[in-house]
């Protein structure tokens, strides 16, 4: 249905006629007309005064489908830091409706998480700054140094709240309840980055073997995850010669140099991790390329102090952002232009 039809629609079902219409929006009848039989469409500065005067969300007025829904609300995330609350809800009941309804609600369940976590983000960066402030007022106070531990992913020094026990036993029960056949891979590749992280080494042995067996596995990550093992169990030269034979095994596996440089960067071997970043994002690719790498290059240059090439690599992921992504107002370009802002001001001056 056009927004023409819409309208006339929604006109009737509010008892208006074209006049008493016309008069709420301080415009002619005529223009009512014009739009109900599609002449003219409504300006779009008359958009929330019509939402507002039938009672329906914007949306609503142009008759979006479901999956023109889903879109939008994954675009207003991806433009926008923080969600005012009314859109927030209208979006949260429109995919809760369609989890209910058992329409699409494998993606709507999806989507509806990634709202949480996006409104969840957004409180995090306040509580990050509040709390930031309130340590410069008074360092000596914990309260907030335990909130600032929360809101920006610090680790705690109690094991009972650092350990990862409950993701752990979810996704042994994902493993466990996976009847499909193949299996998938992914569950174990989580479950064995978290017990490597738990330092449960035995149990990750386990279930690598397990891994290994899956059709759909990944050969060149079998080594990656031995050395991750031997790392955890400070078994270094170990892994160190395990993550050389792998580069050697695994030649033309272009992901394998992400890993390489993955494992330095843990082991703090910043040079190497630099290296093997630089190498990754080298690899010529058909399609955009992700910027993880450089990004990692950026912290390394910040962790050692040198603000200068820290600033200049996330201009170089913003060129990428620009050019291969062809993005100009989302929030990971905002993001990208207040890191090289912040970077900029702690380079020394000469």
């Known amino acids: 249905m056009d927004i023409g039809k819409k309208i006339r629609l929604l006109r009737c079902r509010a008892s208006l006629t074209q006049e008493q219409l016309a008069e709420k929006l301080a415009i002619s ?4 007309s014009k ?27 142009f008759d979006l489908t479901s999956e023109q829904k889903f ?13 005012d609350p009314d859109v927030f809800r209208e979006y949260e009941d429109f995919l809760t409706e369609q989890i209910r309804a058992g329409n699409n609600s494998l993606e709507a369940t999806d989507l509806l998480a990634h709202l949480y976590h996006h409104r969840m983000e957004t ?14 007022m008074a360092p000596e106070k914990k309260s907030c140094q335990w909130l600032l531990q929360k809101a920006e992913g610090g680790a705690p020094w109690d094991w009972n709240v650092e350990n990862r026990s409950k993701v752990i036993d979810f996704y042994k029960q994902v493993i466990a309840e996976d009847h499909l056949e193949p299996r998938t891979p992914l569950p ?3 479950l064995i980055d978290n017990l490597i992280a738990d330092h449960r080494t035995k149990e990750a042995e386990e279930y690598l073997r397990t891994y290994a067996s899956l059709p759909a596995h990944r050969p060149f990550i079998i080594p990656v995850y031995e050395a991750a093992i031997a790392l955890a169990e400070f078994r270094e030269e170990k892994a160190d010669r395990i993550m050389e034979k792998a580069l050697q095994d695994f030649p033309e596996e272009p992901d394998l140099l992400f890993e390489e440089a993955q494992y330095y960067a843990r082991k703090c071997d910043y040079g190497k991790a630099i290296e093997f970043y630089e190498a990754s994002y080298a690899i010529p690719c058909d399609h955009p390329r992700y910027t993880d790498a450089l990004e990692s290059i950026a912290m390394i240059c910040e962790i050692l102090g040198d603000y200068a090439k820290a ?8 060129h990428a952002l620009r050019t291969e992504w062809g993005f100009s107002e989302e929030t990971v370009v905002r993001d990208a232009e207040k890191e090289i802002e912040r970077l900029t001001k702690r380079i020394p001056r000469s």
């Open 29 to 32: 009848a005529q223009a009512v």
């Open 188 to 190: 174990y590749m989580y």
């Open 123 to 136: 409180y995090a960066r306040k509580a990050g700054a509040l709390a930031q402030q309130a340590i410069r």
């Open 71 to 83: 879109r939008r609300i994954e675009n207003r995330m991806d433009v926008q830091d923080e969600l």
């Open 311 to 318: 600033a200049d690599t996330w201009k170089r992921i913003l």
């Open 35 to 61: 739009w109900e039989n599609a002449v003219t469409m409504p300006d779009i500065t008359l958009l929330p005064a019509l939402s507002e005067t039938f009672g329906v969300s914007i949306d609503e007025l």
